[in-house]
C-alpha cells in the first residue's frame, strides 16, 4: 500500500513510519522542521534494507499540502492510506492565551487535516477506496487545564473524523481517530520524574505508553475492513467512555 504519514520524522509518527515501511508499504514520511531527524530515520531503514521517501511540507498551508499529495499520486499513481500524526502543543493558562497562540494551534492540528484529506479525497473517490487515520489525543475526549486551545484542537479532529465517516462511507473510504492517552515520547519532556510517576499511579495498567502501541492500532486499523468513525483510545484504562 501506498501510505503517506504527516508528522513522521520523531514520536509516534516515525514509529508509524518504521513499522509500516518494515511491513513492506511504500511509505512517505512527512516533516517539516526537522530534516535531520527525517533524513536519519530515512538512512537508519536505508541500512536495513528499507525504502522510505521523506517529504518536507508546511501542513498548516494549503499549497504545500497539494504539492505534497500531487509528488504522491505522480510517483504512486494512488493514495491508499492518509495518516493526519502532525501537531503542536502548548501549556498556558486560558486567560493568557492569545490570537496567535489559538489560531497557530488550529491552523497546525486541525485545519491541516481539513487540508490533507481534501486534497487526498479526489484520488481515493476516484479508486473508490481508501483509509485515513487521524491522530488526536485523549485531552480531545476529556479536555485538559491549561491546554484549553490543545484540546479543542483535537475534539475537532474528532467530530470531523465522525462527520466524515458518514459521508465517505459510500466511496467505500474509512476514517477514524486514534486519541492515544500519555505516550512516551519528546511532546511530555515538560513532564518530571515524579509527576510521570504520579500520573502512572493513576492508570489501571500502571505504565505509560509507548509509541508501537499506537502504531499497532494503527496496523489494525488499516487491514480491519468494517470499522469507521471511530475514536479509539489506547490509554491504558485512564480515561474510560
Avoid at 159 to 169: I, N, R, V
Avoid at 174 to 195: F, H, L, V
Avoid at 202 to 214: F, T, V, Y
Amino acid at each position: 500500500m501506498n501510505i503517506l504519514i504527516t508528522g513522521a520524522s520523531r514520536g509516534i509518527g516515525k514509529q508509524i513510519a518504521i513499522d509500516l515501511a518494515k511491513a513492506g508499504h511504500n511509505v512517505i514520511a512527512n516533516y517539516n522542521k526537522s530534516e535531520k531527524d527525517a533524513k536519519l530515520m530515512q538512512e537508519e531503514l536505508k541500512k536495513e534494507n528499507y525504502e522510505i521517501d521523506i517529504y518536507k511540507a508546511d501542513v498548516s498551508k494549503r499549497n504545500e499540502v497539494k504539492s505534497m499529495v500531487d509528488f504522491v499520486i505522480k510517483k504512486y499513481g494512488k493514495i491508499d492510506v492518509l495518516i493526519n500524526n502532525a501537531g503542536i502543543s502548548q501549556e498556558k493558562m486560558f486567560t493568557d492565551i492569545t490570537d496567535s497562540d489559538w489560531n497557530n494551534i488550529l491552523q497546525v492540528n486541525l485545519t491541516s487535516v481539513f487540508y490533507t484529506i481534501q486534497e487526498t479525497l479526489p484520488n481515493m473517490i476516484h479508486n473508490k477506496s481508501g483509509c485515513i487515520i487521524n491522530i488526536s489525543s485523549i485531552w480531545g475526549l476529556v479536555g485538559a487545564s491549561c491546554e484549553v486551545h490543545y484540546s479543542v484542537s483535537k475534539a475537532g479532529i474528532d467530530a470531523l473524523t465522525k462527520s466524515l465517516a458518514k459521508e465517505l462511507g459510500p466511496s467505500n473510504i474509512r476514517i477514524n481517530s486514534i486519541a492515544p492517552g500519555i505516550i512516551d515520547t519528546d511532546m511530555n519532556k515538560n513532564y518530571t520524574k515524579q509527576e510521570l510517576n504520579n500520573i502512572k499511579e493513576e492508570i489501571p495498567l500502571n505504565k505509560i505508553g509507548s509509541p508501537n502501541c499506537i502504531s499497532q492500532c494503527i496496523n489494525w486499523l488499516i487491514n480491519e475492513n468494517y470499522t469507521t468513525g471511530q475514536v479509539i483510545s489506547p490509554n491504558g484504562g485512564w480515561v474510560i467512555i
